[in-house]
């Protein structure tokens, strides 16, 4: 496969984000991110990627009010960069099935827990992991998936477990499965680089 053009969709801090810069920059990754965008302004996310030299956008309802215009622009910028693949990292929004349809299997999320559990609506940052120590988990972890147009119920592609101790917080267990988060998201970046993972590109092509 040809070098990937990437967009990394965030909300928050973007250090999934900083994950990918670092493995592009270290040649671990064949790959190239070719915008940013959140729909938060102030995401720390977008400052990383300035810092890099990555072209960024914010769509949110600060410059787009209505969510029809929101997921139009969204769509407007991925078809103009010619994306392979679409990364949500910490994204906290829903995208429009237009977008699920146009970018069918080239469009995966990384979540906080081992799926099928502990996903789904109101399942994301800590109320993940409130809940695993909540019900005395002995175990929780990461996945990565392709995202459909259900709410983490894409197929599954990659997971790694960590162990969740005694004497955890959900911050403790947040920090934890997030460096695990870091390599996981990349390892399965590089499968799709490589061909291990077949994403909808292909076909995309042909149509």
Same mark, same amino acid.
């Given at each position: 496969? &040809?070098? $990937?053009? @990437?967009?990394?969709?965030? +909300?928050?801090?973007? &250090?999934? $984000?900083?994950?990918? @810069?670092?493995?592009?920059?270290?040649?671990?990754?064949?790959?190239? @991110?070719?915008?940013?965008? &959140?729909?938060?302004?102030?995401?720390?996310?977008?400052?990383?990627?300035?810092?890099?030299?990555?072209?960024?956008?914010?769509?949110?309802?600060? #410059?787009?009010?209505?969510? &029809?215009?929101?997921?139009?622009?969204?769509?407007?910028? $991925?078809?103009?960069?010619?994306?392979?693949?679409?990364?949500?990292?910490?994204?906290?929004?829903?995208?429009?099935?237009? @977008?699920?349809?146009?970018?069918?299997?080239?469009?995966?999320?990384?979540?906080?827990?081992?799926?099928?559990?502990?996903?789904?609506?109101?399942?994301?940052?800590?109320?993940?992991?409130?809940?695993?120590?909540?019900?005395?988990?002995?175990?929780?972890?990461?996945?990565?998936?392709?995202?459909?147009?259900?709410?983490?119920?894409?197929?599954? !592609?990659?997971?790694?477990?960590?162990?969740?101790?005694?004497?955890?917080?959900?911050?403790?267990?947040?920090?934890?499965?997030?460096?695990?988060?870091?390599?996981?998201?990349? +390892?399965?970046?590089?499968? !799709?680089?490589?061909?291990?993972?077949? !994403?909808?590109?292909?076909?995309?092509? #042909?149509?």
């Amino acid at each position: 496969m &040809s070098r $990937l053009k @990437i967009a990394v969709l965030i +909300s928050g801090g973007g &250090s999934n $984000l900083q994950a990918i @810069i670092d493995a592009i920059e270290s040649r671990e990754l064949d790959a190239e @991110i070719k915008v940013v965008v &959140s729909n938060r302004k102030n995401a720390f996310g977008l400052e990383r990627a300035q810092k890099h030299n990555i072209k960024t956008a914010y769509i949110g309802v600060g #410059n787009y009010k209505e969510i &029809s215009l929101r997921h139009r622009a969204l769509l407007e910028v $991925l078809v103009s960069e010619s994306i392979d693949l679409i990364v949500l990292a910490g994204y906290l929004s829903i995208l429009s099935p237009e @977008i699920i349809k146009q970018f069918e299997k080239r469009i995966i999320n990384i979540h906080p827990s081992l799926i099928p559990k502990y996903c789904g609506e109101g399942f994301y940052g800590e109320h993940v992991h409130e809940a695993v120590m909540l019900n005395q988990e002995k175990e929780s972890g990461a996945t990565t998936h392709f995202v459909d147009e259900g709410v983490d119920t894409g197929e599954i !592609i990659k997971q790694e477990r960590v162990a969740v101790f005694k004497e955890d917080t959900a911050k403790t267990l947040a920090a934890r499965i997030l460096k695990v988060e870091h390599h996981l998201l990349v +390892s399965t970046i590089k499968a !799709i680089q490589m061909g291990q993972v077949k !994403i909808g590109l292909e076909e995309a092509k #042909n149509d």
